[in-house]
């Protein structure tokens, strides 16, 4: 069983910063792709950043500049660091990995998710 625990939410004023962490422990082979979706109350979930195994990435334009993604291959972790934080930051995050759970066969899993929470 693959399993993403997120860590590194909470409340935050407006300008702050948060480290979000993500550690996929279990069997498997190895990750792939991973990235970090925000859902706000009311809407839908978003990607925020993402990046690949080789550490490529990709930003959302609403934080590209503020939001930094970084993993650790040998930890199995990615990394979400989060600056300059505004309001409508304000969701859960949820980590996202592609898993090689064994050659040939790859699992798009989900963590339980964080809130972080950004007051005004």
């Known amino acids: 069983q693959v399993q993403l625990v997120e860590s590194g939410g909470g409340l935050v004023q407006a300008g702050g910063s948060l480290r979000l962490s993500c550690e996929a422990s279990g069997s498997f082979f190895s990750i792939n792709d991973m990235g970090w979706y925000r859902q706000a109350p009311g809407k839908q979930r978003e990607l925020v950043a993402s990046?690949?195994?080789?550490?490529?990435?990709n930003y959302a334009d609403s934080v590209r500049g503020r939001f930094t993604i970084s993993r650790n291959n040998v930890k199995n972790t990615v990394y979400l660091r989060m600056n300059s934080l505004k309001p409508e930051d304000t969701a859960v995050y949820f980590c996202?990995?592609?898993?090689?759970?064994?050659?040939?066969?790859?699992?798009?899993?989900w963590g339980q998710g964080t809130q972080v929470t950004v007051s005004s």
């Open positions: 996202n990995g592609d898993i090689v759970v064994r050659a040939g066969i790859t699992i798009n899993w």
């Open positions: 990046i690949t195994t080789g550490g490529r990435t």
